[in-house]
């Protein structure tokens, strides 16, 4: 009697153990765990991007415990389990857009507006996107694949999340990890490239400072902006519509709580739940493959693209424009959107060759130009190979 | 100010209605027919009978009850769809079949007319008032047995003789996306789709450029005419309205300051301040004391 309950304890004990994390661990899981764990220390010890790579960090943390796959609904993949049923906001696609209705909510378009020339640095760094497509596709991916990772060059998170959601659904954890990454490192990938293309004479540019914009003109900037973008690439309305409606919540001066709400509690809740998501999404099984490298590889040459493309831009236009007028191509790094990083390494890199030369505020001009450049390549991309 | 209210919310519902049209059952149509059923599908009682699929060509759900099918022009409302069978419900781009075997007592999707092999059959569809006609088609006659007539792509004008028979599914099915073989095929190294790409990313944010360059212009000349009329003078500077941020910075930093020194905690020097209180029977302390009670 004795021995058989002991028998049957034994077997429980056996059985137990195959459903514990031990048992199932992987050395897949174990390095994703490491890779999650370097995204929590690069947050909190070097403050890279902390409001995305904490989430996302610990969001590969929980999507790489590793278990017995028996139908119990823990896992990200596993349909009608909790983290699948906030896993639908990513593969959907309807995160994104909220995202951008808060980023509208908070971007103060002036100095765009107040110079709109800016814009065209905007467009010229969405060579990145471009750049990537056209190496992805030489490397053997097809050309909707090639799409969605070239898309990581308009560091524009919430982008590439939606447009590979759209046109390459099994590459959008590598994408999005990868896009988020590397928001996350500008300020080690862009200032090596911004020096290497300007001269000494050319960084110490001192630019106009923008005029004060009327209120009439930043309300008028966002129904202009949304009707003209998106009549040219209506694939875009998901991104373009909510970003261009948050910001005239912003300023139409009428809306305070509603522009208070999705620049603060809806952006922020959406943040959580996106990063932990799309953290959680980089199961070992799923995610440890050699396109997962390549596109690590295509992302930060995509990065590297981008900013060349801006800073060169700028000294191309610089040919035309009158004495006075000229701009400071440190601010061309700028064109990719990662707000508000890559304008503050324009100011960074500016004030390390003249204390009082800041160029922020002009550098805040093609940043969001950027986003709008890089919604409409999504929306381009989606158009032609959705 | 009642009468703009009315106004407001007269053109609301209209808006409304203009929505709730989108995905009505006007976005139906009729997508598929096989009149002779020999060797095909069976129906849910295990029997063959001629079919009339429809398609909701919307990216909304539609409901169809409530709507009839016919195929009798004098009779509009020969089969009305029954209501509250949540089948009726059609999902976006999805289809639904019904079985023209002349039992509507076998549930909703059974009408009560059948096909008839020898001549030309009409059929159509009207919406829940059975006067709306939503779609029409006119089978020819010398149908082929188990061949199916019916649009050649999902929800588009023309009809044919289907070459698959696809009772509740789509018309026409595709082994491959034909953008990605275009781009495959003839822009293998990518440069086609960024030049049109980039031209197009330039172009819209050329365009905002213009535009707002002109809105701009605009606005600085408003501004002056502004400043111009406040001053009653027709001297203004050119750079009116053109002051930078920096201006305006240096303005509030110097505010600051200024109110800053206002303050009366400083080093070694005591500022008194006369305390001045107005007095008011309205704050007079007496009334709002309670006075001793009377019994």
């Known amino acids: 009697m004795q021995e058989s309950f002991l028998t049957f304890l034994g077997e429980n004990l056996q059985l137990f153990l195959t459903y514990t994390g031990v048992y199932n661990a992987t050395p897949g899981h174990l390095i994703m765990i490491l890779v999650g764990l370097l995204f929590i220390f690069l947050a909190i010890k070097y403050e890279f991007e ?30 009608g389990s909790v983290l699948n049923i906030l896993y639908q906001g990513v593969t959907s696609g309807w995160y994104p857009p909220l995202i951008f209705l808060g980023i509208g909510a908070m971007t103060d378009f002036s100095a765009l507006i107040s110079n709109p ?31 969605a990772i070239g898309i990581i060059g308009g560091a524009d998170g919430p982008t590439a999340i939606f447009l590979s959601s759209k046109l390459a ?26 020096r290497l293309l300007t001269t000494k004479k050319e960084r110490l540019i001192r630019m106009k400072p923008p005029r004060a914009v009327s209120s009439t003109e930043k309300i ?66 799923q995610f440890l493959t050699l396109n997962s490298i390549k596109i690590f ?73 950027g986003v709008i450049g890089s919604a409409v390549a999504a929306g381009i991309l989606l158009g032609f190979l959705g | 100010m009642i009468n703009k209210k009315i106004g407001v919310l007269l053109l609301f519902a209209l808006l409304i209605s203009f929505g709730a049209k989108a995905q009505s059952a006007t976005s139906m149509r009729i997508n598929e027919v096989l009149v002779i059923n020999e060797d095909n599908f069976v129906d849910d009682y295990g029997k063959r009978h001629g079919w009339i699929e429809l398609f909701n060509s919307s990216a909304g759900t539609v409901n169809i ?31 639904t079949l019904f079985w023209a075997d002349g039992q509507p007592d076998r549930g909703t999707f059974h009408v009560n007319f059948i096909l008839d092999p020898f001549k030309e059959n009409y059929i159509a569809l009207y919406d829940a008032d059975g006067k709306t006609l939503i779609d029409e088609v006119t089978i020819p006659a010398g149908q082929l047995a188990d061949i199916s007539y019916g649009r050649v792509i999902d929800g588009k004008e023309e ?53 707002f360059k002109q809105i701009g212009r605009l606005s600085i000349s408003a501004s002056k005419r502004n ?59 007496l009334y709002g004391l309670r006075q001793t009670p009377h019994k």
Request: charged share 15%.
């Open chain 1, 297 to 369: 590889g295509l992302g930060a040459l995509s990065f590297v693209i981008a900013t060349c493309a801006g800073v060169l831009f700028v000294k191309l236009f610089n040919l035309i424009l009158k004495d006075g007028n000229k701009i400071n191509p440190l601010i061309g790094n700028a064109g990719v959107s990662a707000v508000p990083d890559s304008a503050r390494i324009s100011q960074v890199v500016g004030l390390e060759y003249d204390p009082t030369n800041y160029l922020l505020m002009h550098a805040m001009g093609p940043n969001v130009a």
């Open chain 2, 65 to 95: 009850a409530g709507c009839y099918l016919t195929d009798d022009k004098n009779n509009p409302m020969k089969y009305p769809i029954p209501k509250g069978d949540v089948l009726t419900q059609i999902q976006p781009r999805q289809h």
């Open chain 1, 220 to 285: 008028i900037f966002p129904i202009v902006g949304l009707l003209l973008t998106c009549f040219l690439v209506p694939s875009g309305l998901p991104l373009l519509g909510m970003l261009f409606f948050g910001n005239l919540l912003k300023e139409s001066g009428v809306t305070r709580r509603l522009a208070e709400t999705a620049r603060g509690p809806l952006i922020d809740t959406i943040t959580i739940l996106l990063g932990i998501t799309v953290g959680a999404s980089t199961q070992a099984t």
């Open chain 1, 117 to 147: 020339k800016l814009m065209l640095i905007g467009a010229a760094a969405q060579f990145g996107i471009f750049g990537a497509y056209i190496i992805a596709l030489q490397m053997g991916f097809e050309p909707n694949q090639a799409g």
């Open chain 2, 227 to 285: 400043a111009q009329k406040a001053a009653g003078t027709t001297s203004i500077s050119v750079d009116a309205g053109q002051e930078s941020g920096e201006l305006f910075a240096a303005i509030a930093t110097a505010l600051y300051e200024m109110s800053d020194d206002n303050h009366d905690i400083e080093h070694t020097v005591l500022t008194i301040h006369k305390v001045q209180r107005t007095y008011s029977p309205w704050s007079s302390k």
């Open chain 1, 50 to 79: 902390p409001m995305l790579l904490i989430p996302i960090g610990f969001g590969i943390l929980i999507g790489n415990i590793p278990f017995k796959d028996a139908g119990l609904q823990v896992g990200i993949y596993e349909q």
């Open chain 1, 169 to 194: 659904p099994n590459l959008m954890g590598a994408i999005a990890v990868s896009a988020y990454s590397y928001m996350a490192l500008v300020p080690i990938i862009q200032p090596p490239f911004m």
């Open chain 2, 159 to 211: 009809w044919a003789q289907l070459k698959k028979v696809t009772p509740s599914t789509n018309n026409l099915t595709l082994d491959s996306n034909d953008k990605i073989d275009n781009f495959r095929q003839n822009d293998s190294f990518g440069i086609g789709m960024t030049v049109t790409a980039m031209a197009v990313v330039f172009l819209g944010l050329f365009l905002l450029y213009i535009i």
